[in-house]
């Protein structure tokens, strides 16, 4: 039967295949509030905050960021009842009283939603129609609070321009296939391939759409589904954004990931001129796509934003903010590679914040304290702090981390319920596993292999672990990839799942103990 009719609503949002569960770091509050003052915008003080997910899915963000921050309230929103009634089933399971799920469109919100501190949207709004897009910003304009923040994601051009013509090729296709969207899209694909191996004179004159069809073919079908066969798809222009949410009253507040809030961490130096003669930062941005030809975009807007004048009124609105050194052991010079960029650190003052970081996080305020790091100023140290961030050399955390210890616990526990839930829904189920931090107010992702060793460690203890994990990998139908071909040779799985169980205990272990993710029994 041919069910596409069926699968799309009246938005042409296809529902008839659930999404897969994700979390994702840049939309946590205590990354959304960093940007903001790094931008000079104040973010919303404090953690009992409300904060609302359009377009929830599995809802996978919202209940890992719940359970990282249990004095805030989480509301997700999405129009799919298979979605939200899976993300209530985990709230449930992971005993979140601070977060909730609410099956209905956009533009069909309760009339006593209220206001809140944060809005995120990922993965949405490139994806629906332009009514619908209206009835986000309406939602903007009604329930941001003054001096809220909205994070909202999208494929950006000019990144798109060379692979747009892959979507229509899969959606053209796909409307002449019958089946539902997982068999279309897989149909599609296959198609793709042929044309592809063929040397189509499209993918020949396109490398990089030749190279593409390999990573969509990495890739869960359900996540294609949904990327590629609904109704409307469009990828914007940086300022075709900012004009629609400067629409809705809210201003431009910087970009996610954080180094994308440097433009010499994002384009070659020859284009510096560009960006040194350019004060407007709307067209900043839109250099910055041109020279990194970015594919996709995660911007973040303020409503109503007050403007912090320098340091020091940084300093006093989001000083609650920590920094911590992200690996124990980073040794510098420390490289970064951010895409177009390569980035080293190194010199006297990240010496100095590197051992200072060492003994534990710190607020910015206390890196600035006498004696500052190596001597340098305030300015500089905050710089140097902003550009660790940026690299990955720091990270960030909503409360103080202590330092790693060096004790590796026999036998650990999760304190966590929701982590707890997550490791026995997750494990080995072939993609990372976030788990939830109340130290530092997000998640963290750990291999779906590790995520499986966890779980042993926790269930039967440190006792024939490789070979209970061996067991358990047997028995998931999930192979161990090496060199990307499948260990057959049972023997030689079990080693490397010995290997790998050293591995987790010696290097990750301690971290998750750090993170307050797991603990000594
Ligand atoms: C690609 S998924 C992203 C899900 C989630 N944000 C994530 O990143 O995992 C887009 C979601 O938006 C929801 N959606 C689409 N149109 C909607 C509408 N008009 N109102 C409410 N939700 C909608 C879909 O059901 C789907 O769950």
Redesign the pocket.
């Known amino acids: 039967m041919d069910t596409r009719t069926d699968s799309r609503p009246s938005?042409g949002?296809?529902?008839d295949v659930a999404?897969?569960?994700?979390f994702?770091p840049n939309l946590a509050p205590v990354a959304l509030r960093f940007v903001a003052a790094l931008n000079r915008v104040a973010p919303p003080p404090g953690d009992r905050f409300r904060y609302l997910?359009?377009?929830?899915?599995?809802?996978?963000?919202l209940t890992t960021l719940a359970a990282a921050r249990p004095h805030a309230e989480f509301v997700g929103?999405?129009?799919?009842p298979e979605?939200t009634a899976i993300a209530s089933r985990e709230i449930e399971a992971a005993g979140l009283g601070n977060a909730r799920v609410i099956t209905?469109?956009?533009?069909?919100l309760p009339a006593d939603l209220g206001t809140f501190e944060y809005v995120?949207?990922?993965?949405?709004f490139s994806?629906?129609?332009p009514e619908?897009r209206e009835?986000i910003l309406d939602v903007a304009r009604r329930h941001l609070a003054p001096g809220g923040l909205l994070v909202v994601?999208y494929n950006s051009m000019p990144g798109w321009a060379h692979l747009q013509p892959i979507r229509g090729i899969l959606r053209q296709y796909a409307a002449l296939r019958t089946g539902d969207s997982l068999q279309r899209i897989r149909d599609a694909l296959a198609y793709l391939v042929f044309i592809r191996d063929r040397q189509a004179k499209y993918f020949v004159d396109n490398p990089n759409a030749s190279a593409y069809v390999d990573a969509l073919l990495k890739q869960d079908v359900r996540?294609l589904a949904?990327?590629y066969l609904n109704e409307h798809w469009t990828s914007f222009y940086f300022a075709e954004v900012a004009g629609m949410f400067a629409g809705a009253g809210l201003t431009f507040a910087g970009s996610l990931p954080v180094h994308t809030n440097f433009w010499d961490l994002c384009v070659r130096p020859e284009f510096q001129e560009l960006f040194r003669t350019t004060t407007d930062r709307l067209v900043t941005e839109a250099h910055k796509d041109f020279c990194a030809n970015t594919a996709f975009r995660w911007d973040l807007y303020a409503k109503a934003p007050r403007l912090l004048a320098g340091l020091d009124e940084r300093l006093a609105v989001a000083d609650d903010i920590h920094v911590r050194l992200t690996r124990p052991g980073l040794a510098l010079p420390y490289q970064a590679n951010l895409g177009v960029v390569t980035s080293t650190l190194q010199g006297p003052v990240y010496e100095a914040l590197v051992a200072r970081l060492s003994a534990g996080s710190l607020p910015l305020s206390a890196i600035l304290a006498d004696p500052r790091p190596a001597g340098a100023s305030r300015d500089d140290i905050a710089r140097a702090i902003d550009a660790g961030v940026a690299t990955g050399l720091f990270d960030l955390s909503a409360n103080a981390v202590p330092a790693v210890s060096p004790a590796v616990p026999d036998r650990v526990t999760l304190p966590s319920r929701f982590n707890r839930a997550v490791l026995a829904s997750d494990a080995l189920g072939g993609r990372p596993v976030a788990l939830s931090s109340e130290v530092t107010g997000t998640g963290h992702s750990i291999g779906d292999l590790d995520a499986a060793i966890l779980l042993e460690l926790v269930e039967g203890g440190p006792d024939g672990l490789a070979e209970r994990v061996d067991g358990r990998l047997a028995s998931s139908g999930r192979s161990l990839l090496r060199e990307g071909k499948p260990i057959g040779d049972a023997a030689e799985r079990l080693r490397l799942v010995g290997e790998s169980c050293a591995t987790f205990r010696s290097a990750s272990l301690p971290q998750l103990v750090q993170l307050g993710i797991a603990a000594g029994a």
């Open positions: 938005t949002y296809l529902t999404y897969i569960p994700g994702y997910e359009l377009g929830c899915g599995l809802g996978r963000s929103v999405d129009i799919n979605h209905a469109g956009f533009g069909d995120a949207l990922h993965g949405v994806w629906v129609a619908v009835q994601s996540y949904h990327e």
